[in-house]
């Protein structure tokens, strides 16, 4: 049994028009949530051993900061292949990861993630950003992941829901 977790980034700032997409920073509820979204994997004892990050700016700050508030020891890894990610990418991603890894965490955005969740579980599930997914997979091998693996959502955790 594998544990997937799915976390899209935080809220993202608008502000600056001539900022390019990939590079746009988290805002002032973006810069909660994220921490915030930490603070409840530590307390649910979610530790992915490796954190598979987009490089987009929003996704690397909620990646920094989940991280920090969760105490996790696992590595950040910046997946170029994240951005704009098809479920298809997304899985051949996870998938290339070391079966000696019980839990990963993929950071990215949507509609990749919603449908990600989607292919792996049968459910379509909302996920506002910094909302958190965790899923049991039937595999013992991330290299066996693909469409036709069964996972279980186990849990389903948005920001707006945490008190």
Do not use: C
Request: net charge positive; proline share 5%; glycine share 6%.
């Amino acid at each position: 049994m594998k544990t997937l977790f799915i976390l899209r980034h935080a809220k993202s700032s608008w502000d600056n028009a001539s900022l390019s997409d990939f590079d746009r920073q988290l805002n002032e509820r973006g810069l909660q949530a994220a921490p915030l979204m930490g603070n409840v994997m530590r307390t649910n004892q979610f530790q992915p051993a490796l954190i598979l990050s987009s490089p987009a700016k929003r996704a690397e700050q909620t990646a920094i900061l989940v991280k920090e508030a969760a105490g996790f020891g696992g590595e950040i890894k910046y997946e170029k292949r994240i951005y704009e990610a098809s479920p298809a990418t997304l899985l051949e991603i996870v998938a290339e990861q070391n079966n000696r890894l019980e839990s990963v965490m993929l950071v990215g955005h949507n509609p990749g993630l919603e449908n990600l969740i989607r292919a792996l579980t049968g459910e379509m599930q909302p996920m506002p950003t910094a909302a958190l997914a965790v899923i049991d997979l039937e595999t013992n091998k991330w290299s066996e992941l693909n469409s036709s693996t069964n996972g279980k959502l186990r849990t389903l955790i948005r920001p707006k829901e945490v008190k």
